[in-house]
C-alpha cells in the first residue's frame, strides 16, 4: 500500500473518529436538559434511544419499523407449507448389540440420514396430506421423513416418482398441516421478475431459509445424466434464476410475487467459475406430472421413437447436399435414427427427414417436438410434416407409449 494510500485512509479514520467525539461532545452539553426531555431516556420527539435515566443501562427504542413488503407478504403466505424430506436408508450394522434384538428393531435402528431436500404441501385431502419434492432426494430410500416448519416429524409414503422431471409425490398425515401451496402459471412469467426460493439449504439446521433473485430465463434445455453413467442422456426444459439454491433446497419451492409456486427447486450449476444460475422445473409441468403421479403412481408418455438433431447443428453445407432443404427452411428437427417397431417407423419416418410441424405445431428445436409429443394423447393420430429430399410431406402418426427415448 502506497504512503500516499496510507495517508488518505488514515485521514478518513481520523476524520471519522472526530466526527464521533463532536457528536460525543454534543450530547455530553446538552446531557442534564436531554435526559429531562425524555420519557425513560428515550428523546419523545425523535424517538431515539439512549440509556435508563435510572440503572443506566443502554436500552432499545420503542418506535418500530414497518418492514411489510410485496416479498414478505409472498414468503408469509406458502412458508407454512414448505418442508424438509429426509431420505432415510438403512445401514449395515457393525456392532454385536443388533444380533440380540428383533428383526423389526433392528430394521428400525439401523435407518439413518442418507440424505436431506426439501418438499412443498401442495393439497390436502381428508387425512391425506400431498407433498411434491425431487426424485432425487428421495431416490433409494427405505423410509422418507417430512419434517414440518414447526419442527413437527411425520412418516411419508411414496405415492409415486418420475426420473425424468425429477419429480415425487409423498402422502403425509394432514392433521397438522394448516397451509398448502397454490400453483402460479410459469408459461405467464416475465424474464426479469422476481423469484423467491424457499427450502432447506445443506439440510435441516437452516430450514425455512428465504433467498431472492429474478427469473433469469424460461425454458432452458439443462442436459441431465439420468442414469448416473456420467453420460448426458435427458434434456431437463427449466426455469433459470440467480436465487441463491444450494444442496438441500431441492424439491422446495420457487415463487412470485403473489406467492405462488412457479416451480420446484431441482439443479443448479456448480462451479469456482459460475454463480447464481439455478434451475426449477416449470410449475405448469409439475401440475401435469404430480396429478398423474397421484393417478397412477407414475407417468406413462407417448413417444415418436427416433433419436434426432436440432437442425441449427447441422451445417449449411449438409443441409444443402445431405438433407437437400429448401433455402427458407432454417429450423426443425432432424430425424437421427428411427427405432425399429416404433411409431415413427410406422408411420413412414425415415432417417434425414427434417420434422417442420406436429399436430398442426411449427417445429422450431427439439424442446418444442418435445413439448408437442408430450402434450398429445395416447392412441390418437398425429399428422407430421416433413421434408425429405427437398419435398415437404406429410404422414399420420398413431402415438404409443415406450421407454422415453424422446
Given at each position: 500500500?502506497?504512503?500516499?494510500?496510507?495517508?488518505?485512509?488514515?485521514?478518513?479514520?481520523?476524520?471519522?473518529?472526530?466526527?464521533?467525539?463532536?457528536?460525543?461532545?454534543?450530547?455530553?452539553?446538552?446531557?442534564?436538559?436531554?435526559?429531562?426531555?425524555?420519557?425513560?431516556?428515550?428523546?419523545t420527539e425523535t424517538g431515539v434511544g439512549m440509556v435508563d435515566k435510572d440503572t443506566g443501562e443502554v436500552i432499545t427504542t420503542n418506535v418500530s419499523v414497518d418492514v411489510t413488503s410485496d416479498v414478505t407478504e409472498a414468503v408469509a403466505k406458502v412458508e407454512d407449507s414448505v418442508v424438509s424430506v429426509v431420505n432415510m436408508q438403512s445401514q449395515a450394522d457393525g456392532g454385536l448389540g443388533g444380533a440380540f434384538e428383533t428383526?423389526?428393531?433392528?430394521?428400525?435402528?439401523?435407518?439413518?440420514?442418507?440424505?436431506?431436500?426439501?418438499?412443498?404441501?401442495?393439497?390436502?385431502?381428508?387425512?391425506?396430506?400431498?407433498?411434491?419434492?425431487?426424485?432425487?432426494?428421495?431416490?433409494?430410500?427405505?423410509?422418507?421423513?417430512?419434517?414440518?416448519?414447526?419442527?413437527?416429524?411425520?412418516?411419508?409414503?411414496?405415492?409415486?416418482?418420475?426420473?425424468?422431471?425429477?419429480?415425487?409425490?409423498?402422502?403425509?398425515?394432514?392433521?397438522?398441516?394448516?397451509?398448502?401451496?397454490?400453483?402460479?402459471?410459469?408459461?405467464?412469467?416475465?424474464?426479469?421478475?422476481?423469484?423467491?426460493?424457499?427450502?432447506?439449504?445443506?439440510?435441516?439446521?437452516?430450514?425455512?431459509?428465504?433467498?431472492?433473485?429474478?427469473?433469469?430465463?424460461?425454458?432452458?434445455?439443462?442436459?441431465?445424466?439420468?442414469?448416473?453413467?456420467?453420460?448426458?442422456?435427458?434434456?431437463?426444459?427449466?426455469?433459470?434464476?440467480?436465487?441463491?439454491?444450494?444442496?438441500?433446497?431441492?424439491?422446495?419451492?420457487?415463487?412470485?410475487?403473489?406467492?405462488?409456486?412457479?416451480?420446484?427447486?431441482?439443479?443448479?450449476?456448480?462451479?469456482?467459475?459460475?454463480?447464481?444460475?439455478?434451475?426449477?422445473?416449470?410449475?405448469?409441468?409439475?401440475?401435469?406430472?404430480?396429478?398423474?403421479?397421484?393417478?397412477?403412481?407414475?407417468?406413462?408418455?407417448?413417444?415418436?421413437?427416433?433419436?434426432?438433431?436440432?437442425?441449427?447443428?447441422?451445417?449449411?453445407?449438409?443441409?444443402?447436399?445431405?438433407?437437400?432443404?429448401?433455402?427458407?427452411?432454417?429450423?426443425?428437427?432432424?430425424?437421427?435414427?428411427?427405432?425399429?417397431?416404433?411409431?415413427?417407423?410406422?408411420?413412414?419416418?425415415?432417417?434425414?427427414?427434417?420434422?417442420?410441424?406436429?399436430?398442426?405445431?411449427?417445429?422450431?428445436?427439439?424442446?418444442?417436438?418435445?413439448?408437442?409429443?408430450?402434450?398429445?394423447?395416447?392412441?390418437?393420430?398425429?399428422?407430421?410434416?416433413?421434408?425429405?429430399?427437398?419435398?415437404?410431406?406429410?404422414?399420420?402418426?398413431?402415438?404409443?407409449?415406450?421407454?422415453?427415448?424422446?
Open positions: 500500500m502506497s504512503e500516499e494510500t496510507k495517508n488518505k485512509k488514515s485521514g478518513s479514520w481520523k476524520n471519522g473518529l472526530v466526527g464521533g467525539l463532536i457528536g460525543g461532545l454534543v450530547v455530553a452539553a446538552l446531557g442534564g436538559g436531554y435526559l429531562a426531555a425524555t420519557d425513560n431516556g428515550v428523546n428383526n423389526s428393531m433392528q430394521e428400525e435402528d439401523n435407518l439413518q440420514t442418507a440424505g436431506e431436500g426439501s418438499g412443498v404441501i401442495y393439497k390436502k385431502d381428508g387425512d391425506t396430506a400431498y407433498v411434491v419434492t425431487n426424485n432425487h432426494v428421495i431416490d433409494g430410500s427405505d423410509a422418507i421423513e417430512v419434517i414440518l416448519k414447526d419442527g413437527t416429524k411425520v412418516e411419508a409414503e411414496l405415492i409415486g416418482t418420475d426420473i425424468w422431471t425429477d419429480l415425487a409425490v409423498l402422502s403425509i398425515p394432514s392433521e397438522n398441516i394448516t397451509t398448502v401451496a397454490t400453483f402460479g402459471d410459469s408459461d405467464a412469467l416475465t424474464v426479469g421478475e422476481p423469484a423467491i426460493a424457499i427450502g432447506s439449504p445443506l439440510g435441516t439446521n437452516f430450514v425455512s431459509s428465504v433467498t431472492q433473485g429474478i427469473i433469469s430465463a424460461k425454458n432452458r434445455s439443462v442436459e441431465t445424466d439420468i442414469t448416473g453413467d456420467g453420460v448426458v442422456d435427458w434434456e431437463v426444459t427449466a426455469l433459470q434464476t440467480d436465487a441463491a439454491i444450494n444442496p438441500g433446497n431441492s424439491g422446495g419451492a420457487l415463487i412470485n410475487i403473489a406467492g405462488q409456486v412457479i416451480g420446484i427447486n431441482s439443479m443448479k450449476i456448480s462451479s469456482d467459475t459460475v454463480e447464481g444460475m439455478g434451475f426449477a422445473i416449470p410449475s405448469n409441468d409439475v401440475v401435469s406430472i404430480i396429478n398423474q403421479l397421484e393417478a397412477n403412481g407414475e407417468v406413462v408418455r407417448p413417444v415418436l421413437g427416433i433419436s434426432l438433431l436440432d437442425l441449427s447443428e447441422i451445417s449449411e453445407q449438409q443441409q444443402e447436399t445431405v438433407l437437400k432443404l429448401p433455402e427458407d427452411v432454417t429450423s426443425g428437427v432432424v430425424v437421427a435414427e428411427v427405432q425399429p417397431d416404433s411409431a415413427a417407423e410406422v408411420a413412414g419416418l425415415e432417417q434425414y427427414d427434417v420434422i417442420v410441424k406436429f399436430n398442426g405445431k411449427e417445429v422450431t428445436d427439439s424442446i418444442s417436438l418435445r413439448k408437442e409429443i408430450y402434450a398429445s394423447e395416447l392412441g390418437k393420430e398425429i399428422e407430421v410434416e416433413y421434408y425429405r429430399n427437398g419435398e415437404l410431406q406429410k404422414t399420420t402418426v398413431t402415438m404409443t407409449a415406450s421407454e422415453p427415448t424422446l
